[in-house]
């Protein structure tokens, strides 16, 4: 079936992340050269004859040009003067393994999806130790893709695989409404992962009624330095909020009004901020910060009270920040695992892909899971799909494969099968429309599914899992 010999010629694979290994063969054509057609590391200040990319005010871009130099020096120390970019944590790498590594170093074993695709790394700039990069950086980085594919013409898959949960969750932030925006720009498809929150009980969400107090229960941990919880919910419901602290003091209920107020329950002081609709969005935010005043939070139970005063729609949701910064064990105590997408996979026109175990052929439980019905005028189905995200096998950085878990490993086969099909489409001229919305389509229409299920699509595995033989058209 020569429809089938794809490799992901012609197309560009780009990798928004850690950065990558230049070096690895994994990225390197037959005689030695770079499969990377450009590299543009944020995170550096430029050294003598370096530039930040033309139109871009920070870090140094690295030409194909730039990278066979390095990689035809005498010693790493040349190398590494000539290409200072370097994948410290060794995401970027693996995920680039799964979306277009060749397998070379495993004699084509460990082969990555569009194993003969170009790339285009953007290694973001520097976040603190575990922290997410800020929303300029990754918007400057998807314009930059965008961009230099339009320029070379060549059709463009983009992978996000991280994110992170501060947001209504609606699609409705400006990083969101961007990623929707840059979606109608060029003959590209972005691939972002449904996060690893699915199991974190970081997420809680409920009904509230006219005149009826309800209260939401957070455990916090011993020894945890710094805690922040955001309430989302309609601007049209009126809410005062009440604070009770492990010992049982209560503070409040604290009327709206604009601006931080701080109040204080034993050895934490707690900001809370009543926020208002932002131009992106109509709901609002109601953000509580705790503090210690000494080293920790007051560990135990805590519980925010919400006192209604007037309901018209009455939902609610409530975050922590990612299980990844806070204690194990610090978490609601009802918690409710739907709508634990991070952001930005909940943008409306991304493919939204989830993770399952393709030993077992089981969802994988940490995957981010979607809304569970039409409750809001915005409602979308995510995810799209779901791909292998449990052991995958891939490119280490430094050399070598190393075994990876999580959506982030789950979304590069999204992006390099994305590749492919653009690739039967655009370049050999099977059609010429397929990109956007299109591939998304197609993808979830020849998405397998997996036993077990009532309804497809769901909020886990959203149409089913990759397949992209039935995604081709016959």
Known sequence: DTRLSLYGQGIFVAIIDSGIDYANIDFRNADGSTRIRYLWDQSLNPADGETAPVGYSIGVEYTKGQIDEALNAQTVSEQRRLVRSQDISGHGTAVAGVAAGNGSNSGGRYAGVAMQSELIVVKLGNPIQEGFPRTTELMMGIDYIIRKALELRMPVAVNISFGNTYGSHEGTSLLERYLDDMSNYWKSV?????????????????????????????????????????????????????????????VGPISERLGTQRFRIGGTEILLYYGKPSPYQTNQEIYFDFIPTGSYIDSGVWQIVLTPRKVVTGIYQMWLPS?????????????????????????????????????????????????LEKNAEMWVQKPDLAAPGVRVTTAKAGGGYGEYSGTSFAVPFVTGSAALLMEWGIIRGNDPYLYGEKVKAYLRRGARHLPGYERWPNNQLGYGVLCVESSLPD
């Open 190 to 250: 972005i691939c972002v992962g449904s996060g690893n929150e699915g199991t974190s009980a970081g997420h809680t969400s409920g009904m509230l009624k006219e005149r009826e107090e309800q209260r939401v229960e957070l455990g916090v941990q011993q020894r945890e330095p710094a805690l922040n919880v955001q309430l989302w919910k309609s601007y049209v419901d009126e809410v005062d909020i009440s604070v009770i602290g492990p010992s049982g003091v209560r």
């Open 323 to 371: 299980q990844s910064v806070l204690n194990q064990g610090t978490a609601f105590l009802n918690p409710v695992s739907s709508d634990t997408l991070t952001i930005p996979s909940t943008a409306s026109r991304v493919v939204t892909v989830g993770a399952y175990d393709a030993r077992s052929f089981s969802y994988a439980d940490f995957s981010g899971r979607g809304a």
